[in-house]
């Protein structure tokens, strides 16, 4: 069987989204475990350079549909890629340097995982049955292998680097709990996305808080239940049953809290309500002023690499979306949250105001709301997420396209059958004894065949 450049593109991105987001849990916790070695090493660069690969071999037959079924979105977002790419390439042969060549070296890495799950957002299959069920299992294994960890071990925060009993180096085979957390919010934005009834999408929230809590990345997790929140609250203005819905699940998490205070009241995840005395939040705080300073120095132009000349480490950067406006300028800045800010706004207008529903759209809203807010609060340019946000608005486009370009195809051939076989068709009219719309509908739906 000889698959097309199309078959062969879900087939991969299929593939690779299972592998890059359940799977690098699986994986990881395995690895930690030591029950398999590292052969992929941290398992998220090495297969997003092999989907690279194969994206480069297979991203000529999808640019036609792409760029002209995205409504000119696509294209912007591959002009970013390119800008981002040469911005660097001459600020590189400009300078130079060691502070150059890191920069450069830390964008084009950047820039394949932007391309990866870009692509990847595109050409995901969200309505594969066999996709669903294997994020179900996974999503089933992590979250029992959590609630087993929380009752045997009585910690509120899962580690995997501390499972490991052997020297420090070998730590680094293992993610830490950002990658952890990362994986396990698209897990869930998938997921509740594909679902359709209210109460397992309750049961996906509530499980999932209970998974993002304990896998401790405080950003994730209080992004996945803002958008919780919100996507209830909008599903709750339709349906009496969402209404009902989001009051079992906020009473069910209240409960969950008030119950397990005492444990809970030392995890770093609740020390949000008191950010002012943790380590870590000062020193963002240092670097956010620090970006700042360097682009009122260059408003226009930023300073490429100015995290790395101030910090001396690639990962010196400002938490936010100032990191974008530092090294690519104000152009850069604003192409990058302008295509989050767009997508997230163009999903919303199909969700709420269209009343679609549909799982690509669930998606793309919910991917790129998570995003929004976070490269607002807490995520660098280097985060490569918001590409997987992009690549969902544009799959939704690209199916929404495809569907009226269905419909109005069957719609001609329906007036072509009128216009052509009158004969033929009053015949078949007769015959049947009944007019076209007694059914109480018209058929306006693409033939079968």
Same mark, same amino acid.
């Given at each position: 069987? &000889?698959?097309?450049?199309?078959?062969?593109?879900?087939?991969?991105?299929?593939?690779? #989204?299972?592998?890059?987001? =359940?799977?690098?849990?699986?994986?990881?916790?395995?690895?930690?475990?030591?029950?398999?070695?590292?052969?992929?090493?941290?398992? %998220?660069?090495?297969?997003? +350079?092999?989907?690279?690969? +194969?994206?480069?071999?297979?991203?000529?037959?999808?640019? /036609?549909?792409?760029?002209?079924?995205?409504?000119?979105?696509?294209?912007?977002?591959?002009?970013?890629? +390119?800008? !981002?790419?040469?911005?660097?390439? &001459?600020? /590189?042969?400009?300078?130079?340097?060691?502070?150059?060549?890191?920069?450069? $070296?830390?964008?084009?890495?950047?820039?394949?995982?932007?391309?990866?799950? %870009?692509?990847?957002?595109?050409?995901?299959?969200?309505?594969? =049955?066999?996709?669903?069920?294997? #994020?179900? $299992?996974?999503?089933?294994?992590?979250?029992?292998?959590?609630?087993?960890?929380?009752?045997?071990?009585?910690?509120?925060?899962? %580690?995997?680097?501390?499972?490991?009993?052997?020297?420090?180096?070998?730590?680094?085979?293992?993610?830490?709990?950002?990658?952890?957390?990362?994986?396990?919010?698209?897990? *869930?934005?998938?997921?509740?996305?594909?679902?359709?009834?209210?109460?397992?999408?309750?049961?996906?929230?509530?499980?999932?808080?209970?998974?993002?809590?304990?896998?401790?990345?405080?950003?994730?997790? /209080?992004?996945? *239940?803002? *958008?919780?929140?919100?996507?209830?609250?909008?599903?709750?203005?339709?349906?009496?049953?969402?209404?009902?819905?989001?009051?079992?699940?906020?009473? !069910?998490?209240?409960?969950? &809290?008030?119950?397990?205070?005492?444990?809970?009241?030392?995890?770093?995840?609740? @020390?949000?309500?008191?950010?002012?005395?943790?380590?870590?939040?000062?020193?963002?705080?240092? *670097?956010? @002023?620090?970006?700042?300073?360097?682009?009122?120095?260059?408003?226009?132009?930023?300073?490429?690499?100015?995290?790395?000349?101030?910090?001396?480490?690639?990962?010196?950067?400002?938490?936010?979306?100032?990191?974008?406006?530092?090294?690519?300028?104000?152009?850069?800045?604003?192409?990058?949250?302008?295509?989050?800010?767009?997508? #997230? !706004?163009?999903?919303?207008?199909?969700? $709420?105001?269209?009343?679609?529903?549909?799982?690509?759209?669930?998606?793309?809203?919910? &991917?790129?709301?998570?995003?929004?807010?976070?490269?607002?609060?807490?995520?660098?340019?280097?985060? =490569?997420? =918001?590409?997987?946000?992009?690549?969902?608005?544009?799959?939704?486009? +690209?199916?929404?396209?495809?569907?009226?370009?269905?419909?109005?195809?069957?719609?001609?051939?329906?007036?072509?059958?009128?216009?052509?076989?009158?004969?033929?068709?009053?015949?078949?009219?007769?015959?049947?004894?009944?007019?076209?719309?007694?059914?109480?509908?018209?058929?306006?739906?693409?033939?079968?065949?």
């Amino acid at each position: 069987m &000889v698959l097309s450049g199309d078959a062969l593109t879900t087939r991969a991105s299929a593939i690779g #989204f299972f592998v890059l987001f =359940p799977g690098f849990i699986l994986y990881h916790t395995l690895v930690a475990m030591g029950v398999i070695p590292a052969v992929l090493g941290g398992l %998220f660069g090495v297969v997003s +350079v092999l989907m690279f690969i +194969v994206y480069c071999a297979l991203l000529p037959s999808q640019l /036609y549909l792409l760029l002209t079924a995205s409504r000119g979105y696509a294209l912007v977002t591959l002009c970013f890629f +390119v800008y !981002v790419l040469l911005w660097s390439a &001459v600020n /590189y042969g400009l300078i130079g340097g060691s502070v150059m060549q890191a920069a450069l $070296i830390q964008t084009v890495e950047t820039l394949v995982l932007w391309l990866v799950l %870009f692509v990847l957002g595109y050409r995901i299959p969200l309505d594969s =049955p066999r996709l669903a069920r294997a #994020f179900w $299992i996974a999503f089933v294994l992590i979250a029992g292998y959590l609630a087993f960890h929380v009752a045997t071990t009585g910690q509120w925060m899962f %580690f995997a680097r501390r499972m490991l009993e052997v020297e420090a180096e070998a730590g680094d085979s293992v993610s830490t709990y950002q990658g952890y957390a990362r994986s396990a919010l698209v897990l *869930l934005l998938f997921l509740i996305a594909v679902s359709e009834r209210a109460v397992v999408r309750a049961v996906l929230i509530v499980l999932g808080a209970f998974v993002m809590f304990v896998l401790g990345a405080r950003s994730e997790l /209080y992004a996945f *239940l803002a *958008l919780s929140g919100l996507l209830l609250l909008l599903w709750a203005g339709m349906s009496v049953k969402y209404m009902l819905t989001l009051l079992a699940v906020v009473g !069910v998490l209240m409960a969950l &809290v008030v119950s397990q205070f005492e444990a809970l009241a030392g995890s770093r995840q609740l @020390q949000i309500f008191d950010l002012s005395g943790t380590s870590s939040w000062l020193a963002r705080q240092n *670097l956010g @002023q620090r970006a700042v300073a360097q682009i009122l120095e260059s408003p226009l132009l930023g300073r490429f690499g100015g995290h790395i000349a101030s910090a001396q480490v690639t990962g010196g950067y400002a938490h936010s979306m100032l990191s974008a406006w530092v090294n690519y300028g104000l152009l850069g800045f604003a192409l990058y949250l302008g295509l989050t800010l767009f997508a #997230f !706004v163009g999903a919303a207008y199909r969700l $709420i105001l269209l009343g679609d529903r549909g799982g690509r759209w669930v998606f793309a809203f919910s &991917v790129n709301f998570v995003c929004l807010l976070l490269m607002v609060l807490a995520k660098p340019v280097f985060w =490569p997420l =918001p590409a997987l946000g992009w690549g969902a608005f544009a799959n939704a486009l +690209v199916a929404s396209r495809r569907e009226r370009d269905a419909d109005d195809m069957g719609y001609a051939g329906t007036l072509g059958r009128h216009d052509d076989e009158p004969g033929q068709h009053d015949a078949a009219r007769d015959l049947q004894g009944r007019n076209d719309n007694e059914s109480g509908t018209p058929d306006l739906r693409p033939s079968a065949l």
